[in-house]
């Protein structure tokens, strides 16, 4: 019953920026992560980023310091603000979730994706 909402793709040059959003709702008690994968055709899902309940970030190497993570507890929403964008970066990007929930028990949720395309 937990639905998470991803917005913000869309097509930009390479160098470019893009910020992308997403919400967390429904029945929830707690989130233990969110986090932010992306998929290219062909390739495998991979780990972009995450943030922790208690903020610990973790990147793959590959966006360290052009991509950053951030959350806000209180909106259950976590943003991935993206810089320096590479066309090797284009891919469907992923929210997901673990949570809590009012059962003690833990589910994992995904959203449905946002479109990320960078062109050279």
């Known amino acids: 019953q937990v639905q998470l909402v991803e917005s913000g793709g869309g097509l930009v040059q390479a160098g470019g920026s893009l910020r992308l959003s997403c919400a967390a709702s429904?029945?929830?008690?707690?989130?233990?992560?969110m986090n932010w994968y992306r998929q290219a055709p062909g390739k495998q899902r991979e780990l972009v980023a995450t943030?922790?309940?208690?903020?610990?970030?973790v990147y793959l190497d590959s966006v360290k310091g052009r991509f950053t993570i951030s959350r806000d507890n209180a909106k259950n929403t976590v943003n991935l603000q993206m810089g320096s964008l590479k066309p090797e970066d284009t891919a469907v990007y992923y929210c997901?979730?673990?949570?809590?929930?009012?059962?003690?028990?833990?589910?994992?949720?995904w959203g449905q994706g946002t479109q990320v395309t960078v062109s050279s």
């Open positions: 997901s979730a673990r949570v809590r929930g009012p059962d003690w028990r833990e589910y994992d949720y």
């Open positions: 429904g029945s929830i008690f707690s989130i233990n992560s």
């Open positions: 943030s922790t309940s208690g903020r610990s970030t």
